[in-house]
RNA sequence: GCCUGCAUAGCUCAGUAGGUAGAGCAACUGACUUGUAAUCAGUAGGUCGUUGGUUCGAUUCCGACUGCAGGCUCCA
């Protein structure tokens, strides 16, 4: 009989061990710090609990509050700590489920009434107070009928819910918090003492299994770290998320604003719009460069356009319609693709015309809920950089490694290198058949996997007429915003019964890909806002060169050094008041503006120009032009050499 | 759309335990003629988001509505 284990430590190192050695017997006899520090244990590659008996022959891991695993689990056991907190202040609670995410956990909560910011406040003081008991969490593996008639003589009636979900399971890890008991697959601290870097952050709603059919729960969220230090570089964090608002900056910059009288609708200011047409000039080169034409197609079309491409079944409760007097509905279009779509259809298409790239700066409308509307990231009306390709079957992968190609360079170009990639697939709600469907995702796999991208799955998540690429990019604080796409579509050609005439003199069907580069302009300078914090590379400034006067009797030297920089076309603003040059730069600074140019007696004696860089640095030319030349090429767009 | 919170001058905010409001910046006027992140003084500016109710009296208390913020759902 076999009464004992070997057990390699992650040294190689192998120690034989009593059947039923627990890890935290492991970490005792390896040193008293690291039992100290032990959090859990991955055991065999899996990860359980300091107390959980060792059976057979294992690799070990002593999991500390240093490791990811270690912070995630003191996030899942800051969830049940706060369950504890909670059933304490407000006894007929019913808890749901408290899981870990990015950067802390939450726990939904069923309860007669709201909670409040009061509450949270009262919540976290009595966590805090039960952290600093130290008390030891106990697991107890319980036989299912058991952890049944514990919960259900406590009420927790989500909890039972939960167990039926579970309908294999004969045992459940019960974790005791003192008096207050959690269900949960754990491994989690052996000590509230873990826990003490954490806090709640907010108050929320949240349906119950996430269908907004359901009924709200009140979702409490919490951040939690394995040091004092990394809870406050977090907090730091969103300090300096919320100083790169674009909605804030945007009105310090005054880029753009939204008003009441068209919610979700942007009216741009000639600052915000500079930005807005500098972009589309870029992309406009980009797209003539990489073998794109640009059509305009109309705003609002006859709603049997949106019958026919399934517009109005898929996506008609997001689409705004209006009646006119002749018993007419027309559609705003939220999609560019039907007007695309009749584009192509004018006129005979050969196999020699394909692939056609048909760009389009299309504003399309879509009637969003309220509660999803957010500055520029989120509006019911906004401009995309949108393009349909359409090419034969045996083309289309060739133009998705393009797309893909375009789209990463123009992002690293705008300063953006790390981008994940999702692929979508088919959606419950769907046209055509599942044969043109598993030939449209192998298409987009086949051509990530020839550019050797990785990539997520998204299942379920397609649009209604084909499989999509998101690109998603990461900014200079490393949050993510999903901005370009690409789908691919057998359906909507099929539809509109879209035709060329192949070399055999036969009509075929061509492949139409959909994609957005930028995605939404409006969004995207959004997150451009965020990812510089205001601070524009100077192709995009809005104003690139203040001009500013010491005093003024210089004004005049001024405005000529300004209308030779206005024809060299950088965009400049003069600051020529009696306010003092300190003043002055001051503002500009704020106002972010790449350079400046002061001028005083020495300059308008000279003919020279000071050049003052937002950085504070200064140059002086000898001449205008060089001035000139210096700024100009510091003002040009990414893509022009 | 749902949950919670918020709404005071152009902006950022204070305030009124119910008696029609105040600061800083910005604007305007005047003085100073100024060299690298705020010169000084004065003037003007608000039906306290809208709308009902309670009250002798509401910006303040209560309700409804609208918008905004953070989530949920959805999504470019």
């Not at 065999?44 to 070990?60: F, G, R």
């Not at 009420?155 to 039926?164: A, D, P």
């Not at 279009?333 to 039907?338: I, S, W």
């Not at 500013?548 to 300004?562: H, R």
């Amino acid at each position: 009989m076999n009464e004992q284990v070997n057990i390699t430590l992650p040294d190689g190192v192998i120690k034989t061990y009593p059947v039923g050695v627990t890890p935290m017997e492991i970490a005792t006899e390896i040193g008293a710090g690291l039992a100290k520090s032990t959090v859990a244990a991955r055991v065999n590659e899996k990860l359980v609990d300091a107390c959980d008996p060792i059976q057979t022959d294992a690799s070990i891991k002593i999991i500390t509050p240093r490791d990811a695993d270690g912070v995630e689990i003191i996030r899942h056991s800051c969830a049940h700590l706060l369950g504890h907190a909670v059933k304490q202040l407000y006894p007929t609670a019913q808890m749901v489920i408290g899981p870990v995410i990015e950067n802390g956990f939450y726990y939904d909560i069923a309860y007669e009434r709201s909670f409040t910011p009061e509450d949270l406040e009262l919540i976290e003081a009595r966590m805090k107070e039960l952290i600093a008991t130290h008390y030891d969490v106990i697991k107890r593996r319980t036989p299912r009928d058991e952890v049944v008639s514990i919960f259900g003589s406590r009420n927790e009636n989500y909890k039972l819910k939960l167990i039926e979900d579970m309908p294999n399971e004969t045992h459940m890890g019960l974790y005791y918090h003192e008096e207050y008991i959690d269900m949960c697959r754990g491994p989690h601290v052996p000590n509230t003492r873990f826990l003490e870097h954490m806090t709640l952050t907010k108050v929320s709603g949240a349906y119950w299994r996430g269908d907004s059919k359901n009924e709200q729960l009140q979702r409490i969220y919490g951040t939690a770290w394995a040091t004092k230090k990394e809870l406050r570089s977090h907090l730091r964090m969103l300090e300096e998320a919320a100083k790169r608002d674009h909605r804030k900056l945007g009105k310090e910059l005054d880029l753009f604003h939204f008003r009441e009288e068209a919610i979700g609708a942007v009216f741009w200011h000639h600052k915000g719009w500079k930005v807005f047409q500098e972009l589309i000039s870029y992309m406009r080169r980009r797209q003539h460069n990489a073998g794109y034409i640009e059509v305009n197609t109309p705003d609002i079309m006859d709603l049997g356009l949106w019958e026919k491409s399934g517009h109005w079944e898929n996506y008609g409760e997001n689409m705004y319609t209006s009646e006119t007097a002749d018993d007419k509905t027309l559609a705003l279009k939220p999609m560019n693709c039907p007007g695309s779509v009749m584009m192509y259809d004018h006129g005979l298409k050969s196999y020699r015309d394909l692939p056609i790239r048909m760009a389009e700066f299309g504003k399309v409308h879509r009637y969003e809920l309220s509660g999803a509307l957010h500055g520029l990231m989120r509006v019911r009306h906004f401009t995309q950089d949108d393009a349909h390709i359409y090419c034969k079957e045996e083309q289309m992968l060739e133009e998705c490694t393009k797309i893909i190609h375009l789209v990463l360079d123009i992002y690293k170009q705008l300063g953006f290198d790390d981008i994940a990639i999702k692929l979508s697939t088919r959606p419950e709600k769907r046209m055509g058949s599942d044969g043109i469907w598993d030939i449209l995702e192998a298409a987009l796999i086949d051509s990530l996997e020839a550019l050797e991208l990785d990539y997520k799955l998204n299942p379920g998540e397609g649009a209604f007429y084909g499989p999509k690429l998101e690109f998603v990019l990461r900014d200079a604080i490393g949050r993510d915003w999903q901005c370009g796409t690409l789908q691919v579509d057998m359906n909507l050609p099929k539809r509109f019964e879209l035709d060329y005439v192949d070399e055999d003199g036969n009509k075929k069907t061509p492949v139409m890909l959909h994609r957005a580069l930028f995605g939404s302009l409006e969004r995207f300078i959004g997150i451009l806002i965020e990812h510089h914090a205001g601070k524009f590379p100077a192709w995009l400034a809005p104003v690139q060169v203040a001009i500013m006067t010491i005093s003024e009797p210089f004004n005049e030297y001024a405005l000529e050094v300004g209308k030779s920089f206005d024809r060299a076309n950088i965009r400049l603003e003069y600051d020529i008041g009696r306010e003092k040059i300190g003043y002055k730069i001051r503002c500009q600074t704020l106002q972010k503006v790449p350079f400046m140019i002061v001028i005083g007696a020495q300059e308008a004696e000279k003919s020279q120009v000071t050049l003052r860089h937002i950085t504070g640095e200064q140059t002086t030319f000898t001449n205008i032009q060089d001035a000139i030349d210096y700024v100009s090429d510091k003002c040009k767009a990414p893509d022009i050499v």
